[in-house]
């Protein structure tokens, strides 16, 4: 059975301030670093085999990859497709606005004026498409929270408000089995 792993960047000072980044190229935290360390060592331990690191294009997935991938010996590459969406005027705000998350709930609408939820599941989804296509070869995504519940949602169901609340921690490693 084919599978996929997804690791969510390690912390940033935007995480811990709850501020929405979205395309904003935020660094990784002394901690963050950590955290990739960690998960390495937990992608170690368990003795999974993993062909390829596939990373956003922002450099706290690069950093969170590239770190990964010092520690395991796995190779990692840039793709655009894990990119995390562009939340227009929500970029820099508090993630705890009420009414961002009721703009995460309008899946066709550009969020902010950046980019609709819509268009990330379409990218998001022929990328994840392709890897099933390869069931032969295991990859690990490092991307972003919003990256995160579309490839979720890709695996299972969600309503859209679950959607809007639905976070993964940074650098816990989540695997995902193709059908």
């Known amino acids: 059975m084919a599978s996929v792993f997804f690791i969510r960047h390690g912390q940033t000072v935007w ?3 709850h501020r929405i980044a979205g395309v904003t190229d935020v660094a990784l935290t002394e901690d ?9 060592e937990e992608l170690i331990r368990s003795g999974v085999h993993i062909d390829e690191i596939w990373s956003s294009p922002l450099t706290r997935a690069m950093d969170t990859a590239e770190i990964i991938s ?8 840039i ?9 227009g005027c929500w970029e820099g705000q508090s993630s705890r606005e009420e009414g961002f998350l009721s703009e995460k709930q309008q899946f066709a609408r550009r969020c902010g004026g950046g980019e609709s939820m819509l268009h990330v599941a379409q990218r998001v989804y022929n990328l994840l498409d392709a890897l099933r296509e ?3 070869r295991t990859r690990l995504l490092v991307a972003h929270n919003g990256i995160a519940r579309v490839v979720y949602t890709y695996f299972r169901e969600m309503t859209n408000e679950e959607y809007a609340r639905w976070s993964l921690p940074n650098c816990r490693p989540i695997r995902f089995d193709f059908p």
């Open 15 to 17: 995480n811990l301030e």
């Open 32 to 40: 963050g670093r950590r955290q990739a360390r960690a998960a390495a």
């Open 70 to 77: 010092r520690a395991t010996g796995i190779p990692w590459r």
């Open 79 to 87: 793709d655009r497709r894990l990119k995390e969406q562009d939340f």
């Open 134 to 136: 390869e069931p032969d």
